[in-house]
């Protein structure tokens, strides 16, 4: 259960810094040359997923810049 709370907790976080950066009139591509995993959640073995699912962090950037209505 902790797990899931951490996936969540991290999950959240990102949404809200790709918020910030939406906010700051950033590109999703500016946002994800910039991305850093937060230490708290580096720490637990999160880490910015690069190519594969998703497209790795650029994707997921991209797909949140799409779903929060900012291309």
Same mark, same amino acid.
């Given at each position: 259960?902790?797990?899931?709370?951490?996936?969540?907790?991290?999950?959240?976080? $990102?949404? &809200?810094?790709?918020?910030?950066?939406?906010?700051?009139? *950033?590109?999703?591509?500016?946002? =994800?040359?910039?991305?850093?995993?937060?230490?708290?959640?580096?720490?637990?073995? $999160?880490? &910015?997923?690069?190519?594969?699912?998703?497209?790795?962090? *650029?994707?997921?950037?991209?797909? =949140?810049?799409?779903?929060?209505?900012?291309?």
């Amino acid at each position: 259960m902790a797990d899931l709370q951490d996936y969540a907790d991290f999950n959240n976080s $990102f949404i &809200a810094w790709v918020k910030d950066e939406i906010k700051a009139g *950033k590109t999703a591509d500016q946002a =994800a040359m910039e991305y850093k995993v937060p230490p708290q959640f580096e720490s637990k073995g $999160f880490s &910015a997923p690069t190519g594969g699912l998703f497209g790795g962090i *650029k994707g997921n950037i991209t797909t =949140a810049y799409n779903e929060l209505g900012k291309k």
